[in-house]
Structures are given as C-alpha cells and as structure tokens.
C-alpha cells in the first residue's frame, strides 16, 4: 500500500460544492472518531450525525426531528453503520433503496462487522460499498481519506434533483 | 445167470428133443418097413429110409443125422443076411456104401438146412433194424415214387399209417414248394450213390410242416430200383438253435443299447466284455477297456479294497457285498468320480467263472435325492409354516413349523381344509388368494391374521406360489405363513421409538438451532460491539498525542502507545476468535480440493505482503483431498503463516508442504519448516486456544491459529500432530 497524502483541493471542491454527507453512528466515541477522521483529511462538507435508524430515516426523507427538510435534498454520501439502536442499518438501508428519492444515494456501510452475511446482505439491499472500521486509528483515517477521495471527488452519482 | 449162461451154452432140452425126434423118425421107418413087409407092397425099402434120413437131418441136425444113419445101418446089417452069390466082402462093401451113403444124404440135408436158417436170421435182422429204427426210414420206388417200405418210426413222426404210406409217394410228404425241388434233386441223383444228410422240409399228416435231415442210398428192392431213405426230425433242434441265435442276438442288443454300463470281467479281473453304456459312463472307448483289469474304472483308493474282496471270494466264495444292489464309487476317464449302483451275476464260459456286472450312473440321482433330503430337511426345520394345498384349499402336506405356529399336528391338518385357519370373517381370503394361485399368480408376503387350534390369534404374513404337475398343470400350492406377532410386535415398537427419536430429534434440533442463533448473535456482538471501545482507545489515544503531544513528556507518550498496541493486540484476538468460532459453526461442503494449488497461491501471496529473500518453497504437485475448500484453505493459511513467521530469522528459510505417507490406506500430509521449532515437551499444547511457546516480542501472534487448524482438520474427520526441534524446525502432520 502506498501512502499517498490528500490533496487539498478535495476540501475546497467539496466545500464549494456544499453537499451534506449523513453519518449514521450510534456511539460517541466512534462519532467523535470519525469527524475527526473526517476533518483531519481536509473534508469540509456539511456532516450530519444521526445517532440510531429512525433519527437517520426522519432526516433522509423531512420526517420527525426533520420534518421540513427538503427530502429533495439528498445527501452527497451516506456512511452508515449496521448495529443501530430502534431501526438498525440494513433496515435503513432497504428504506432508503425503496424510497425512488434516495434510491442512487451512495451509501457506504462502515462498521466493525466483519461477518460474511452482513457483507451479502447490505450488497444485496443496495450498498455500494462495505468497509470494516480497522482498530488502528491511523489505518481507519487512511481509510476515510480513501473514502472521501473516491465518493466525494472520483464518483459520480446520480443526480435526482 | 450170467455165468450159468456162458457155461450151458448146450441146449439140453433141443439136444433130447432131436435126437427124440430121431428115435421117432426111426420107429416110424421100422412100421413103415413092417406095414409094407406085412401088407408084402413091394416096394424099396429105400425111400422111406431117405425120407427119414432127410427128416432128421433137417430137423434133428447133423448129429440125429447120423445117429439115425448108423441105427439104420445096424439094423441093416443085422437084419440083411448077404444075398446070395455075394461074398462077405461084397456085402460089407454093401454095408458101408449105403452107411457112407446116408451119412451124405445127412450130411447135405443139415447142411442144406444151416445155410437156410442163416439167410433167415440175416434178414430177420434186417427187418429189425429197419423196422425198431428210431429214426424214421422208408424204402421208395425210384420210378413211381411210391412207398415200398415204412418203419415204425416214419409212422409215428408222420402221423400216417404203414398201409396208408404204401399208398403214398414221396412227393406226398412234402409241402407244395418242395416239390419242384425234390424232382430236380432226384433228376440229378446217381440212383446208387450215398446222398446227404442234406436238410429238406417235410409235411406231416396234420399239415405241419418239420425239418428233416434227410440221409439215402440206392438199392434194388424186390426187383425194383430203390432209394432207402433215413429221415432225422430236425425241427427241434433248428428250432432251438435259432432261438439260441434269437436269445443272443436279443440279450447282445440289449447289452449294447442299455443305457447302464455291463461288463463282464474273468476271475484275473481283465474285462471280457463291456457295452456301449461302459464306454458312455467311463469315458474309455470299448478297446480300450476290454483285456484291461476292472480297476481301472475304479477310484485309486478302492482297488486295493476290490482286490482284496474279489481274491477273498474267488478262494472262499465269500461275499462282502450285496450282489443284489451295492452303490460304489466309480471313476471316469477324466479322473472325475462318479456314484454306482451295480449288481453282480456270476456264470460259467468254457469251464471258467465269469462275472458281469450291470452298473448304474446314480450320480444325478443321489445329488437328487441329496437336494431332496436337504429340502426335506430345511422344510422339517423352518420356523415357518410350509403348507401344501390343492386346489380346493385342502391341505396335503404340513411341516413341524405349521404344527409349532397354529397347533394342529400333521395328522389332525391334512386332508382338511385351510378355512379352518380361517377367522370367519377372513373366510374368503383363502377362495381369493386359492383363485389367483390357479391363474399361475404369486401371492407374496400377504400379512393376514389366522386362528390356531387353542382360539387364538396368529399374524401371519402368507407367500404362496403355484405347484404344476409334470404337464404344467397347476394341482395346488405351497404356502408359507411366517409369525409376525412378535415382529409386528417389535415393528411397532420401533415405529413408536422412531417417532420419539424423530421428535427428540426435532426438539434437539430447535434447542440447536436456538443456541446456534445464541451463539450467532453473541458473535455478532463481539465483533461489533467489542471492537468499538478498542477503536476509541487507539483513535483517542493517537488523538492526544497528535493534539496535545507537546505537553507530554516521552512517557507519557509511551503510555499512551502501549494502550494503542494493546487494543490492536486485543482487536487481533477478537478477530482470531471469531474465525475459530466460524470454523465450528460453519457447514462443511465436501468437494475435490487442490491442496497443491492453494498451497501456491498462498506462498505467492505471503512473499507478496511480506517479500523475504532467499526463502525456498517446495511443494509437492497434485496433492488432493476431498473437503472443504473454504476451511481447509483457511488451515493451510495459519499453517503456512506460522512456518513463514517462524522462519523470519531463519539464514535460508524453507518451506515445505507434502504427502509423506500412507498410513491404512490414509494420506498424510506435512506442513513443515526449519524455523524456530518448538520443543516436544509442549507439544500438546500447540494446538490449545491462546496457547503460545513465543513470546510477542520473539514472535507475534493470538494462539489462536493452530487451534482453529486442529478445528479445521477434526471437522474433516481427520488428525494433526506436530513434530519440532528448537532451533531446527517444526513438522504439522495431518490427515484427512
């Protein structure tokens, strides 16, 4: 593996751009960890923490806590993970896939299973991707820069709206 | 007597009676000498002297002859005086002339007479001859043909009167087609010569006709020109020369196209004799057999004992065997034994014994009655009950397993009818299954229930199958019934343990698949949830030194390391732990498996990640197994991890992976290296969870690997060892 650094200019095209990316994640530490992961490779969108499955579902589609928001407006990128308190993450993500709104949404699964069938299942619902969440801090910030280079600057989705 | 004959051949009373009689003839001759002096006929008294001289001679004989003539001379002489004028001399002369004359006249009349009574007796023994012949004779007239002469013998045979054979010709004697022969035989017949005997057939009286063998000669017969003939009743014995020739030729087919073998053998034991059947049965061709000794056609091991038994009875007459019937083994040509019935008969040819014996091949028949008696035996012996029916369902036969199975005895059940097995509401059942039997149907392992003597009830299964007579006629059937009580009894039970054990199973299952979904979600957890406060500590841990770095001293930052290394380490175990935990758990998907090739790719793949120099791999080609690839491959990872990791301060690492042996049949496979090797002390605890002989500072890793390899291997039904040196190398044997 090669260690590339970020180039700067993701920041300020993402930052232009000013699209949101929805990070689902239940615990604070890892919450914590990941905008600093994020932050720390220069990505300056707009990030939305939901805490659990319906607080993710309520902001992907203007409902509840969100109610009002432009369910128009889809998130550039979605990081979801899978063990989720009330609805957990596949069941999100078969909302998200059914709904024709958020059905091209990018979503990557993020989290720290590793077992075969959760990686089929979220294939099959829809994810575009599944990273496992590596222990090692700095692999897990190689690992967001990755991310971020590729679905924020590299990919390019379908655009809805 | 005899004697008494010989001595007296002289015939006292015939000698008085002659010379009586010339006593008489003397007397006579005087009276009538006195009756002519008195009555003065003149007449010579010469005449009556001869008359009387030839009366005694003929009748008296010579010796009463001449008596008679020397009487007559005396008294000649005394009563004559010589006559006148003759001298003494003269009438001497006288005298005697007339003596010596009567003594001729005697002497020619006896004479006369002896020659006659000779001729006489020469053909009153002719007569007899002819006449007491036993055979029949005849004399016949060459011209007319006609009888001449019969004897009393012809007459008899004939059956035609002497007088009615006088009026016959030969040619009526013969039957009709002889007669052309007869003329043309006594055409060519010289009339004087001697002919036969020759055969000719004659006609009796009564019409039948004989065989004669006729003898004759030519004679003359009362002037006449004659065949004497002499004719031999033939017919007897042609009669039993052919039916001699008629026996042997009727007992010579016989031997010759019977089907059993007989031979006949003389006292030295050669064979004389042996028929067709002897050469079939032994093999030998009938040349080949005949001169050679009768042990040949014997096994080795009994001609002693022939020998020994023949030699006793030729010297003592004493039997050993029945000569009736005795079965011994025989051997044929090819060496091959085959079972005899002979008998024996003894008889005389030419003033030496012989003996034949007529063999009988029972080998087919004794394998017969074998098969038979074992039949009998395995139908005497079945627990099941064998039941013979006709037709109408009455039994004719009934085996000990019948009588153990319903309780009737053979006696009671035989000539009954089967519906007395029958529970009255089965009662058509037996017209059924008896109906489908006449149409030549099987009827198998019908399970019926059948009553027994006692009342009670037998289950019974019935398999009947059709009995044909030797035409293919379908006359009844055999029926087995077998008890199934007890083993509908035992079947029952066991369907109600099966159905237990299939509900325990099902239960189990449940409980199973409940833990299973326990366990699952238990894992589940751990990887989820464990995993999130080791990422906090590391990220944070790694937060403070990037943030705040400047106000820690270099222990602080060293502490903050050891909690980063330590949640990486325990992040490790975790994940070590749940790929033992699939192992378990994870279904087992048996294919071929390519050992070999996996076993490449994962070496290209460690010099890939981890490039070493210098490090020689040899794997042996062709290695494969039937498995699961998924597992078995995750085995071969940990085992080729550990061999790269333990060689990493090897000088010249090598690496190995090959089959070494076979053990009962069963591969074994090696895993080894010339690493860092263990020592054998521990060796029982390389493949214990969490167990390390290393250091993490020596050698990193969870302890983990080589128990989810020793999983991986077990779950295959296999074995693994371990074989190490410290400092030289460790060897992981296993089998699969």
Known sequence: ?161 | MLLQQRLSPFDWKSFVRRYALTLGILALIVAVQTLLLFFSIKLSFTIPIIVGLVAAGWYGGRGPGIFLAFLIALISASSTPPAPGTTQSEWLFAQISNFALMIFIVFVISERKLLGSKAREAGERYEKLFQNNPFPMWIYDLETLRFLAVNEAATVVYGYSSDEFLKMTVKDIRPEEEIPALLDDLGKTDPQATQGPALWKHRRRDGAVIDVEITSDGLLYEGRSARRVLANDVTERLRAEKELRDSETQFRTLAETASDAIITIDESGSMSFANAGAARMFGYSEIEMIGQNVTMLMPEQKRGQHHDGFSRFLKTGQRNISWKSVELPGRHKNGSEIQLELSFAEYNKDGKRCFTSVIRDITERKKAEESLARSAAIIASSDDAIIGETLEGIINSWNPGAERIFGYSAAEAIGKNLLMLCPPERASEEGEILSKIARGEYVNNVETVRVCKDGTFVDVSVTLSPISDSNGKIIGASKIARDITESKRVKDELQRLNAELEQRVVERTIELQSVNRELESFSYSVSHDLRAPLRAMDGFSLALVEDYGGRLDDAGKNFLNRIRIASQQMSRLIDDLLSLSRVTRSEIRHAEVDLSSITKEIVERLGEVQPRKGSVFDVQDDIKVYGDERLLRIALENLLNNAWKFTSKTDKPQISFKRVSKNNGNSIYCVSDNGAGFDMKYADKLFGAFQRLHSTNEFDGTGIGLATVQRIINRHGGRIWAEGEVGKGAAFYFTI
């Not at chain 1, 180039?7 to 600093?36: C, H, Q, W």
């Not at chain 1, 923490?49 to 979605?78: C, I, K, S």
């Open chain 1, 1 to 161: 593996m090669k260690w590339v650094r970020a180039p700067l200019f993701i920041s300020r095209f993402n930052y232009m751009d000013g699209k949101t990316i929805l990070v689902v994640e239940d615990n604070p530490d890892d919450e914590a960890l990941m905008l600093r992961a994020l932050r720390k490779n220069g990505i300056a969108n707009e990030i939305v923490v939901a805490h659990d499955g319906v607080e993710a579902l309520d902001y992907l589609f203007g409902e509840g806590q969100y109610a009002g928001r432009d369910a128009e407006e889809v998130p550039e990128l979605v990081l979801l993970d899978l063990k989720l308190p009330k609805v957990d993450g596949l069941d999100v993500l078969r909302r998200l896939r059914d709904d024709d709104r958020t059905k091209y949404v990018p979503v990557v699964v993020l989290t720290t299973s590793s077992e075969q069938r959760d990686i089929v299942e979220s294939y099959h619902l829809g994810a575009n991707s599944y990273v496992t969440k590596p222990v090692d801090f700095v692999e897990f910030m190689e690992a967001t820069r990755q991310l971020g280079t590729y679905w924020l600057l590299l990919n390019r989705s379908v655009n809805v709206a």
